[in-house]
């Protein structure tokens, strides 16, 4: 429990004389529209929700194309103003998006499949026929499996549904890259495998409810099954049990959210600007070269060329785009949920603020960290080394942002296997498996030493210190994780000791 000083502490005086001083006080009550009762009142009204309606759909305009920025932001306030259609709202908006994208190609279903077809020399039927065809089979298995789940909790799948759903996984990617299956099946396998991979883990979310006694109906259970605001491979909103906690219970809660909801939009796009900005001012007017670039350069010998100065701006630019990146996609996919009523915590919350690995953790991807603790961490906390607390703590951690993180990934990516072999995707993978094994490392012993009573300190130096800490083991590992799979880890290896003057 962290002591809050009183409200007339020295402590407290000091912050507010500050805050005074510094303007940070009056910027907030400027930016805090949203605890204001008159702008809460307008919102409501028809005059209101059109101002947010335009705005809103500005504002996604940075993400989607005009139309389909206004489709989204319409079905969200739709879902938020029609109680009495909400679940259907909820179901054809989200299957809707999903048939959009795969017929405008706007993902990289048809492509993939059609790589395979390439492959396997089919060219009988369309990659979008194939993409329909998978999508409808896992739209019947996924509504049977919730209704057989629901029936009978004793089955697997309903006690382990991440198991189940891996072990699904496994068996299609395994048959996919069999030699005996070629031709029609190996391309109809590999669409299904394409079309369920990314649904795998907001699957799991509604297995795992099902064994609730106040479950979700199977219509809103589809409906959040990748809903339409989080086309991603990751639950921005976790699962039905999750959303139906969050969702605003009077008609003041729902203004409130959705005006948080267009104001996270809006800096959403402050942030992708930020990023736009420290790319043309670093990379292309004072040539700082890209962290893939600074690699090839060291790689090639030409180090002279390449100042030590280069290369740790090369790895720190790299660091802060992607940061702001992931940032800018939280932001966008949290800030249509909220404008359909789910008051959902932000994804990325103050990150420079943490003062130890693990806060960061928390703050940098907040709903990846909740699917690693809900499908990784509580299971092995809840039975692995009951009698030995300390190492229960970091065996628990280490599965989750370790091999919960690794398994996360190397999923996201598994459309890689028809162009480099299932043999050659796991190679080029190592990087990244290492930094899951340093990252789990460091967490797990941030969480070890939380535990025994190590806290920061709050001082001015003891802030910087954990601030340096942090961002310094962020940084450095960051070189094993950006996501590129062009050097082996020896390589980064070398490049990063080449930062630190070890050659």
């Given at each position: 429990?962290?002591?809050?000083?009183?409200a007339d502490?020295?402590?407290?005086a000091?912050?507010?004389r500050r805050?005074?001083?510094?303007?940070k006080?009056?910027?907030?009550?400027?930016l805090?529209?949203?605890e204001?009762?008159q702008?809460?009142?307008?919102?409501?009204?028809w005059?209101g929700?059109?101002a947010?309606?335009?705005?809103?759909?500005?504002?996604?305009?940075?993400?989607?194309?005009?139309w389909?920025a206004?489709?989204l932001?319409a079905?969200?306030?739709?879902?938020?103003?029609?109680?009495?259609?909400?679940?259907w709202?909820?179901?054809?908006?989200?299957?809707?998006a999903?048939?959009?994208?795969l017929?405008?190609?706007?993902?990289d279903?048809?492509?993939?499949?059609?790589?395979?077809?390439?492959?396997?020399?089919?060219?009988a039927?369309?990659?979008?026929a194939l993409?329909l065809?998978?999508m409808?089979t896992f739209?019947?298995?996924?509504?049977?499996v919730?209704?057989?789940?629901?029936r009978?909790?004793t089955?697997?799948v309903a006690r382990?549904?991440?198991?189940?759903?891996?072990?699904?996984?496994?068996?299609?990617?395994?048959?996919?890259?069999?030699?005996?299956?070629?031709?029609?099946?190996?391309?109809?396998?590999?669409?299904?495998?394409?079309?369920?991979?990314?649904?795998?883990?907001?699957?799991?979310?509604?297995?795992?409810d099902?064994r609730?006694?106040?479950a979700?109906?199977?219509?809103?259970?589809?409906?959040v099954?990748?809903?339409?605001?989080?086309?991603?491979?990751l639950?921005f909103?976790?699962?039905?049990a999750?959303?139906?906690?969050?969702?605003?219970?009077?008609?003041e809660?729902l203004?409130?959210?959705q005006i948080?909801?267009?104001?996270?939009?809006?800096?959403?796009?402050?942030?992708?600007?930020?990023?736009?900005?420290?790319?043309?001012v670093?990379q292309?007017?004072?040539?700082?070269?890209?962290?893939?670039?600074?690699q090839?350069?060291?790689?090639?010998?030409?180090?002279?060329?390449q100042?030590?100065?280069?290369?740790?701006?090369?790895?720190?630019?790299?660091?802060?785009?992607?940061?702001?990146?992931?940032a800018?996609?939280?932001h966008?996919?949290?800030?249509?949920?909220r404008l359909?009523g789910?008051?959902l915590p932000r994804?990325t919350?103050?990150?420079?603020?943490?003062?130890?690995?693990?806060?960061?953790?928390?703050r940098?991807?907040y709903?990846?960290?909740?699917?690693?603790?809900?499908?990784?961490?509580?299971p092995?906390?809840?039975?692995?080394f009951?009698g030995?607390?300390?190492?229960?703590?970091?065996f628990?951690?280490?599965?989750?942002a370790?091999?919960?993180?690794?398994?996360?990934?190397?999923?996201?990516?598994?459309d890689l296997?028809?162009?480099?072999?299932?043999?050659g995707?796991?190679?080029s993978?190592?990087?990244?498996?290492f930094?899951?094994l340093v990252?789990?490392?460091?967490?797990?012993?941030?969480?070890?030493r939380?535990?025994?009573?190590?806290?920061?300190?709050l001082s001015l130096?003891g802030?910087?210190r954990?601030?340096l800490?942090?961002?310094s083991?962020?940084?450095c590992l960051?070189v094993?994780?950006?996501?590129?799979r062009?050097?082996?880890l020896?390589?980064r290896?070398?490049?990063?000791?080449?930062l630190?003057g070890v050659?």
């Amino acid at each position: 429990m962290s002591f809050q000083p009183a409200a007339d502490s020295p402590a407290r005086a000091r912050t507010g004389r500050r805050r005074v001083f510094f303007g940070k006080g009056n910027l907030r009550d400027l930016l805090a529209i949203d605890e204001r009762q008159q702008v809460v009142a307008a919102a409501q009204t028809w005059f209101g929700q059109l101002a947010i309606f335009l705005v809103a759909a500005l504002a996604a305009c940075s993400f989607e194309d005009w139309w389909l920025a206004g489709l989204l932001v319409a079905l969200a306030m739709a879902y938020a103003r029609l109680p009495k259609y909400r679940d259907w709202i909820l179901l054809g908006g989200t299957w809707t998006a999903a048939l959009l994208a795969l017929c405008l190609a706007q993902n990289d279903i048809q492509e993939n499949i059609r790589q395979m077809m390439v492959v396997e020399n089919v060219d009988a039927l369309s990659p979008l026929a194939l993409g329909l065809l998978a999508m409808a089979t896992f739209v019947v298995g996924a509504w049977s499996v919730l209704a057989i789940s629901r029936r009978d909790k004793t089955l697997f799948v309903a006690r382990r549904p991440v198991l189940a759903l891996l072990g699904v996984e496994v068996v299609l990617c395994g048959l996919c890259s069999l030699s005996a299956i070629a031709g029609l099946p190996r391309v109809l396998l590999w669409s299904l495998l394409i079309v369920f991979t990314p649904y795998l883990w907001f699957l799991a979310y509604a297995l795992a409810d099902q064994r609730s006694r106040d479950a979700s109906p199977p219509i809103f259970q589809m409906g959040v099954l990748r809903p339409f605001w989080s086309p991603t491979f990751l639950p921005f909103g976790k699962g039905a049990a999750f959303l139906r906690k969050t969702f605003a219970k009077s008609p003041e809660d729902l203004a409130v959210a959705q005006i948080k909801g267009v104001k996270l939009l809006l800096w959403a796009n402050v942030l992708l600007a930020m990023k736009i900005v420290l790319v043309r001012v670093f990379q292309d007017q004072l040539q700082v070269p890209s962290l893939a670039a600074a690699q090839d350069a060291f790689l090639a010998q030409q180090s002279q060329s390449q100042s030590l100065a280069q290369a740790w701006a090369a790895v720190i630019l790299s660091t802060a785009t992607y940061s702001l990146q992931i940032a800018f996609w939280g932001h966008f996919f949290i800030g249509i949920a909220r404008l359909a009523g789910f008051r959902l915590p932000r994804s990325t919350w103050r990150p420079l603020g943490s003062k130890t690995l693990m806060e960061y953790f928390n703050r940098f991807h907040y709903y990846f960290k909740e699917l690693l603790v809900d499908f990784f961490f509580v299971p092995t906390f809840f039975k692995m080394f009951r009698g030995h607390p300390r190492l229960r703590l970091f065996f628990a951690t280490f599965m989750a942002a370790g091999v919960g993180n690794a398994i996360w990934h190397f999923l996201r990516d598994i459309d890689l296997v028809v162009t480099m072999g299932l043999g050659g995707v796991l190679a080029s993978f190592e990087s990244y498996a290492f930094y899951c094994l340093v990252l789990a490392t460091g967490l797990g012993l941030s969480q070890v030493r939380m535990n025994m009573g190590f806290k920061p300190s709050l001082s001015l130096a003891g802030r910087l210190r954990s601030f340096l800490f942090v961002w310094s083991f962020v940084v450095c590992l960051h070189v094993f994780s950006d996501g590129s799979r062009s050097h082996t880890l020896g390589e980064r290896l070398a490049f990063v000791g080449s930062l630190f003057g070890v050659s």
